[in-house]
């Protein structure tokens, strides 16, 4: 699986956008982005996933750029309960390893009042 | 419920007592997934289960890790002799064959703790 990096920690202020960056430079092309939070001691949450098209759902928007080599997930409106550790996630779409997700570190987002 | 059920949520043992961890997965969803948290660090996948297949071992760390599923129900994960770089959050998944949406559905976690 690529790897993917990510910023250590983030600060957004209550009501605005939060815009969390990741780099996948050496995605292949049947590989997905997923993104999962994990709020303090509960297990992770998915958020959203995307190949190469933009995504939206109730939660977020996934913007995945044209070389697909970065992506970013968008929180429109943060609250403090979108306070948590994001991560992001490339993933075969089918065939062997395909249920693999491999989490790294993540960012910790912190949404300020 | 209608989640991934983890017990016990807390586990307190000695260094070599052996322990079991046992997770009910979602109803219908034929993968389970097993992951290791430490303490400040990212996920750690164990083992995976998909249906009656033979289940992908290759994370767990040593031979004295162990997973046992019974068709697409419980699963539990026995640690014998258990040592203090043990301690952590165990953390149990289920999805739906994962040819599907990918989207794994977490339990909250046993958290055990070597003494």
């Known amino acids: 699986d690529a790897k993917t990096t990510q910023p250590t920690s983030m600060d957004c202020a209550e009501g605005r956008a939060a815009n969390l960056p990741c780099n996948h430079s050496?995605?292949?092309?049947?590989?997905?982005v997923y993104w999962y939070r994990q709020i303090h001691s509960q297990g992770p949450q998915y958020i959203i996933h995307?190949?190469?098209n933009n995504e939206t759902n109730e939660m977020a928007s996934l913007i995945i750029t044209e070389d697909r080599k970065s992506s970013t997930l968008i929180l429109p409106h943060a609250t403090l309960r979108d306070t948590a550790v994001y991560y992001c996630?490339?993933?075969?779409?089918?065939?062997?390893?395909?249920?693999?997700?491999?989490f790294g570190k993540g960012t910790k987002l912190s949404v300020i009042p | 419920g209608a989640g991934v059920s983890q017990s016990p949520s807390n586990k307190v043992t000695e260094k070599g007592k052996d322990v079991e961890l046992r997770c009910d997965p979602i109803?219908?969803?034929?993968?389970l997934y097993w992951y290791r948290q430490r303490l400040g660090q990212g996920l750690e996948f164990l083992i995976y289960?998909?249906?009656?297949?033979?289940?992908?071992k290759s994370g767990l760390p040593s031979d004295r890790f162990s997973a046992e599923r019974t068709g697409e129900s419980v699963s539990t994960l026995t640690i014998q002799r258990t040592q203090q770089e043990d301690s952590a959050v165990y953390l149990c998944?289920?999805?739906?064959?994962?040819?599907?949406?990918?989207?794994?559905?977490f339990g909250e976690g046993s958290r055990l703790t070597v003494l």
């Open positions: 996630i490339v993933r075969v779409g089918s065939g062997a390893g395909s249920y693999q997700l491999t």
């Open positions: 289960f998909q249906g009656n297949s033979a289940p992908d």
């Open positions: 050496t995605i292949s092309g049947n590989e997905y």
């Open positions: 995307g190949l190469k």
């Open positions: 109803s219908g969803h034929t993968a």
């Open positions: 998944a289920s999805s739906l064959y994962f040819g599907r949406t990918g989207e794994l559905f």
